[in-house]
């Protein structure tokens, strides 16, 4: 009979002031779901409460429940907060720094001396002659004319050459961006 009343008395006090806890809640944590949520379990709460001890005011009891239970879920939600600040600090942090590197980003000087490897490597496997003229223009500067004087062929013979190590070239470095400055050495 005692247990009966009581669950009467509790029924009662659910459907009279089931919104009047939302409500507080819902003040204090801006949130109607979060609001119903801390309710429901600020009413099972003091259910529990009243099968193994009498409360005098359940109002009074539930209120304070509600209380303690939208405090816990606001600093549950500052520390959400704070997470994703720090989150997005360090993603600004972290995109900053991608900005910066890439900004600071010489093309040219990360692959000059992957590039010089390859010209290296293409003249290398050229004729002797083929690479002779293009060492002889590209890298001492010395005009057709000079070339084909000094190793006794003609300038067209020159020319041949030439095109023959650029398109060698061209051929080994046609993965590499045409926006390079290749200019010095091709």
């Given at each position: 009979?005692?247990?009966f009343r009581k669950w009467n008395r509790f029924n009662?006090?659910?459907?009279?002031?089931?919104?009047?806890?939302?409500?507080?809640?819902?003040?204090?944590?801006?949130?109607?779901?979060?609001?119903?949520?801390?309710?429901?379990?600020?009413?099972?709460?003091?259910?529990?409460?009243?099968?193994?001890?009498?409360?005098?005011?359940?109002?009074?009891?539930?209120?304070?429940?509600?209380?303690?239970?939208?405090?816990?879920?606001?600093?549950?939600?500052?520390?959400?907060?704070?997470?994703?600040?720090?989150?997005?600090?360090?993603?600004?942090?972290?995109?900053?720094?991608?900005?910066?590197?890439?900004?600071?980003?010489?093309?040219?000087?990360?692959?000059s001396q992957e590039i010089k490897s390859i010209v290296?490597?293409?003249?290398?496997?050229?004729?002797?002659?083929?690479?002779?003229?293009?060492?002889?223009?590209?890298?001492?500067?010395?005009?057709?004319?000079?070339i084909a004087q000094t190793l006794g062929i003609s300038?067209?013979?020159?020319?041949?050459?030439?095109?023959?190590?650029?398109?060698?070239?061209?051929?080994?470095?046609?993965?590499?961006?045409?926006?390079?400055?290749?200019?010095?050495?091709?």
């Amino acid at each position: 009979m005692v247990a009966f009343r009581k669950w009467n008395r509790f029924n009662l006090l659910y459907k009279s002031s089931f919104n009047k806890g939302c409500n507080f809640a819902c003040f204090y944590v801006r949130n109607k779901q979060a609001s119903e949520d801390i309710t429901m379990d600020a009413f099972l709460q003091l259910l529990e409460t009243m099968k193994v001890e009498s409360v005098d005011n359940p109002m009074a009891l539930l209120i304070t429940i509600v209380k303690h239970k939208s405090l816990d879920y606001l600093k549950t939600q500052v520390r959400r907060e704070d997470t994703k600040d720090d989150l997005i600090q360090w993603k600004q942090r972290e995109l900053a720094i991608r900005i910066s590197n890439l900004e600071g980003c010489n093309p040219s000087y990360i692959f000059s001396q992957e590039i010089k490897s390859i010209v290296m490597k293409t003249l290398n496997q050229l004729p002797e002659q083929t690479k002779k003229v293009f060492i002889m223009s590209r890298f001492e500067n010395k005009s057709g004319k000079e070339i084909a004087q000094t190793l006794g062929i003609s300038v067209k013979g020159v020319d041949y050459h030439m095109n023959k190590a650029l398109k060698e070239l061209r051929a080994a470095l046609k993965d590499y961006p045409p926006y390079l400055n290749f200019g010095s050495v091709l």
